[in-house]
């Protein structure tokens, strides 16, 4: 894709209307994981071409190595447009915590692509098979899609076995384990909803979690509530005296690595050397861009963390030039790590069963055979 046709796209996702294909997503989550990554510091604003996807949004999205695209073409997964505006919304509001935006992905990018192969057909990986699990018979081999267990059938806890597997989507299993690490059979059971009692987060349905022996949502402190050990709410940090307290912004004071709003940074700040010091506080300011003017005396200079300061300028990194998401790369315009150049546009790497002029085009792990498809090394292909 070109990148007028890219930024078309991004705009048509800034407009509100869902992205209409896999690709038009594609395209829009990658920009809002780099707003994000820009405004948490992760990348300098004139370093905007080094963003590239968090692996936990890689892993939550490519939930096997088969690849998307070649899936969706022969309806082994079907790409739901209304999950991915969904995902991009939750993405665009992720916070910085690693811990918080995770939470927020998994709730948030669920649906945007759902099984597409029926109990009984062939499958080339399990988020393939509709209420089943794909089997196979070697790596890279074709299989065949074995239905879950009914709501009462014998299961196992850890137990592998596909025909005692429990659907994990809606269903547990309700055997034990015991303190010597014997197993006890089981059955499986329906996840419950909110308010019923609860031994552990797996017996709940999607979003819930079982807190205080009942499955309900997360628990989300506020501001003023006690947080030693526990995560605040969004714009609330756990602060020097051990409560939830607002987060700040420019020019704000700041006294913890936290305590500044998504796109500020604490500059000058300085944490004791051993627990109970005292604390110099620092400036909540924008993060720095390349060239602007830092102190590296300080511990929090302001630059973004692809750069550092060098000689009292912010300074990037990475010298070598590099291209973004689909933008153009060639045998001397590098892509960004992470991703690969494709047929001239950088791209992410493509899944087993993907077209490929190289093994670097494939996934890690795969490699490009001789019918140019991106293979897994072992019995069958691709």
């Known amino acids: 894709m070109s990148l007028r046709l890219a930024l078309v796209a991004v705009a048509l996702g800034l407009a509100g209307c869902p992205p209409a294909t896999w690709e038009d997503f594609s395209i829009q989550l990658h920009a809002r994981a780099c707003d994000r990554a820009l405004a948490c510091g992760q990348i300098a604003r004139s370093e905007r071409n080094l963003c590239t996807l968090p692996p936990m949004l890689t892993a939550l999205l490519q939930r096997s190595n088969y690849d998307i695209e070649v899936a969706l073409a022969s309806g082994n997964l079907t790409y739901v447009p209304d999950g991915a505006g969904r ?45 089943g699990t794909c089997v196979q018979n070697g790596s890279g081999c074709p299989g065949s899609c074995l239905g879950y267990p009914s709501p009462g059938a014998v299961c196992k806890p850890g137990n592998t076995d596909p025909a005692t597997v429990c659907d994990p989507t809606v269903e547990y299993c309700d055997g034990t384990t015991s303190p010597d690490g014997g197993v006890s059979d ?11 009692p609860c031994d552990a987060d797996e017996q709940c349905s999607f979003g819930l979690v079982c807190t205080r022996a009942v499955c309900a949502d997360p628990p989300s402190l506020r501001e003023g509530d006690p947080c030693s ?30 305590g500044c709003d998504r796109g500020f940074v604490c500059v000058g700040l300085v ?18 861009d390349v060239g602007d003017t830092c102190d590296s005396t300080q511990p929090i200079t302001g630059c973004a963390a692809s750069e550092t300061c060098v000689s009292s300028h912010c300074t990037p990194r990475l010298t070598q030039r590099v291209s973004g998401f689909s933008a153009n790369c060639d045998a001397t315009l590098a892509c960004a790590p992470g991703l690969v150049c494709d047929t001239n546009h950088c791209a992410d790497p493509r899944g087993r069963g993907g077209v490929c002029a190289d093994t670097m085009t494939c996934q890690s792990g795969l490699v490009c055979g001789t019918n140019h498809l991106c293979v897994a090394p072992g019995v069958c292909s691709p």
Not at 230 to 257: F, M, V
């Open 87 to 131: 995902c991009l919304d939750a993405v665009a509001a992720a916070p910085c915590d690693d811990g918080a935006a995770q939470s927020r992905f998994l709730l948030g990018c669920n649906n945007v692509l759902r099984p597409g192969t029926s109990v009984g057909d062939i499958c080339y990986a399990d988020d393939q098979c509709a209420g």
């Open 271 to 288: 944490l004791p050397s051993l627990p109970g010091g005292p604390i110099t506080p620092g400036l909540c300011r924008p993060w720095f």
């Open 229 to 258: 050990g526990a995560i605040c709410a969004e714009h609330i940090y756990c602060g020097s005296d051990g409560r939830c307290t607002r987060q700040r912004a420019w020019p704000q004071a700041c006294d913890s690595l936290s």
């Open 186 to 196: 089981g059955h499986c059971q329906y996840k419950k909803q909110s308010g019923a």
